[in-house]
């Protein structure tokens, strides 16, 4: 063999280990993938919260890290809700925050599809 068909062989060889190593990897991917790409998410996870504005949300937050029924109770009544789950989604706008707590907005569609609302919720809570 010629010296230039071994490097056209290698390079053959090398370009399909790479494509089916990538496919392999897709085809494992970790449970936190949505999370880190939240554009390929399609539903939200069951009891994560969803509020109509960001304040909202991070009134929300505040609420449940200081452990306050009340401002719970009043927040899930006026504006904030967890999500049933399985609720498909398309994600509108992602925050600047990095992390699981990174705050999203995203359109969920509920009575079959035929209604939908555009609501802030957090990247945790996106799945496939």
């Given at each position: 063999m010629k010296e230039w068909e071994i490097k056209k062989i290698l390079m053959f060889s090398s370009l399909l280990f790479i494509f089916l190593f990538s496919r392999?990897?897709?085809?494992?991917?970790?449970?936190?993938?949505?999370?880190?790409?939240?554009?390929?998410?399609?539903?939200?996870q069951k009891g994560v919260p969803g509020c109509l504005t960001r304040d909202l949300l991070r009134q929300f937050l505040t609420a449940t890290v200081s452990k306050d029924d009340p401002a719970l109770k009043y927040l899930?009544?006026?504006?904030?809700?967890?999500?049933?789950?399985?609720?498909?989604?398309?994600?509108?706008?992602?925050?600047?925050?990095?992390?699981?707590?990174?705050?999203?907005?995203?359109?969920?569609?509920?009575?079959?599809?035929?209604?939908?609302?555009?609501?802030?919720t957090f990247r945790l809570g996106l799945a496939k």
């Amino acid at each position: 063999m010629k010296e230039w068909e071994i490097k056209k062989i290698l390079m053959f060889s090398s370009l399909l280990f790479i494509f089916l190593f990538s496919r392999l990897a897709r085809a494992q991917e970790p449970a936190d993938y949505y999370q880190k790409n939240p554009y390929m998410a399609h539903h939200m996870q069951k009891g994560v919260p969803g509020c109509l504005t960001r304040d909202l949300l991070r009134q929300f937050l505040t609420a449940t890290v200081s452990k306050d029924d009340p401002a719970l109770k009043y927040l899930t009544e006026n504006g904030c809700i967890l999500f049933r789950p399985d609720v498909p989604i398309t994600v509108l706008e992602i925050g600047p925050e990095a992390g699981p707590l990174t705050i999203v907005k995203v359109r969920g569609y509920v009575n079959d599809g035929n209604t939908s609302v555009e609501i802030w919720t957090f990247r945790l809570g996106l799945a496939k």
